[in-house]
């Protein structure tokens, strides 16, 4: 996504708004700091992303996950028993 400095926006705006509406959104920068991002209405928006269970029934935890390479773990802080 390209970014436009603000007055270059001002300058060159009906032809940015048409590449907008072609699907070509950009974001106008003033001093180099990202301020707003344009796009088409038409541009359809993605559903809210679920970021609970969004790996359910991908893998599992073993019941010991909590001690799992507990003799090796208190070996490299402790040194040989």
Do not use: C, W
């Amino acid at each position: 996504m390209k970014t436009i400095n603000i007055h270059e926006a001002k300058t060159h705006l009906s032809k940015l708004v048409e590449d907008a509406a072609q699907g070509e959104s950009f974001i106008i920068a003033k001093a180099g700091k990202p301020m707003v991002r344009v796009i088409a209405l038409d541009t359809p928006v993605g559903k809210k992303i679920q970021r609970l269970d969004f790996m359910k029934g991908q893998f599992s935890v073993p019941d010991d996950f909590d001690r799992m390479f507990e003799e090796e773990v208190e070996q490299l802080f402790y040194g040989q028993k």
